[in-house]
């Protein structure tokens, strides 16, 4: 599993906000948002 971090709506760093399999098949994701916990969600990548 690899980590992912991503920008809060005030600009601040969220630290592990996902977590995704190395595996591009595997296809495995954990998403935090506001404090929910989601699995299996596909993760998008940001040009931003």
Known sequence: ML???D???D???IR???WVCSN???GF???IDNGEV???RPVNSSNK
């Open 24 to 26: 591009p098949l595997c």
């Open 38 to 40: 989601s699995y299996g």
């Open 7 to 9: 920008y809060g709506k």
């Open 11 to 13: 600009g601040a760093s």
């Open 3 to 5: 980590p992912l971090s």
């Open 29 to 31: 994701t954990i998403r």
């Open 16 to 18: 592990y906000k996902a």
